[in-house]
């Protein structure tokens, strides 16, 4: 099955309303409609209408995490249906950046799984090892669990209607990149896991890689079998490099 190409770009904690004026600027005059792959930014919630304000249609933008709860005493958290009014779409769940700094489990991030999908919002979920994990060797088993904690909450139906990214945490701002082979090894691993629950899902899932995606990698890349565009770091918040990696994905 063709699949279609995604490539996200993830923000972080950068920005601010004058700098995301001339990035979006920079952004919307390249040749979006010469890309086929589906382009997403994901802003730091407190910017996501004003960057709604300046995109247009060939440019979605999500959220960079949401709260599990719908609503209730829960200070400082965004709700799904809260980004879903600003006319988000998707939002990233399960970043290593929230699992590492803010200790969040595989359990609380299938429960954000489950409130996007109940939203009807597309998750991105991000799975992936540190480098002492793969140096023993783990790589797989750390992945299947983090996959298992969502199949355990959704089902395997649910999964038709997620994006996964698959981002070593030992790539992340690093300046380090898995080589193809070695990314193109996990992806085909978590494709076959989901093959073995269902291989009507398995051939519709796209999943993204993630760690130090460049312009000059990214092409190389996204042509592995199973590499269906990247979740993009740093280099999303340059507007002539972000667009040479959508370039890359079609």
């Known amino acids: 099955m063709n699949r279609q190409p995604m490539v996200a770009g993830n923000w972080k904690m950068h920005g601010s309303p004058k700098s995301i004026n001339q990035l979006m600027d920079a952004l919307t005059e390249q040749d979006l409609e010469a890309l086929t792959c589906e382009v997403l930014v994901c802003p730091p919630a407190l910017f996501i209408e004003q960057v709604k304000r ?22 400082g958290e965004v709700a799904p249906d809260m980004i879903k009014s600003l006319g988000c779409q998707h939002a990233i769940v399960g970043h290593s950046e929230r699992r590492q700094l803010f200790r969040e489990t595989n359990e609380q991030v299938a429960q954000k799984v489950k409130a996007l999908l109940d939203c009807q919002l ?10 002492q994990q793969r140096d023993a ?6 992945v299947i669990a983090q996959l298992n904690a969502v199949l355990e909450v959704v089902g395997i139906d649910a999964f038709e209607q997620l994006v996964i990214a698959y ?25 076959q896991w989901l093959s073995s629950h ?19 990698n990214a092409a190389e890349l996204f042509g592995q079998k199973d590499i269906d565009g990247g979740l993009i770091g740093g280099a999303s918040l340059k507007a002539d490099d972000f667009y040479q990696i959508c370039k890359s994905a079609g």
């Not at 597309?122 to 480098?131: A, H, K, N, R």
């Open 122 to 131: 597309t998750p991105i979920l991000c799975v992936g090892e540190t480098l």
């Open 54 to 75: 300046l995109t247009n249609d060939k440019i979605k933008v999500g959220a960079q995490n949401i709260s599990e709860h719908h609503k209730g005493a829960f200070t």
């Open 137 to 142: 060797e783990q790589t797989m088993t750390v």
């Open 167 to 191: 981002e070593p945490v030992w790539a992340i701002g690093t300046g380090k990149t898995a080589s193809p082979e070695q990314a193109q090894q996990v992806h085909a691993e978590v494709r």
């Open 198 to 216: 269902s291989e009507d899902v398995a051939s519709k899932v796209r999943i993204l890689y993630g760690g130090s995606v460049k312009s000059e």
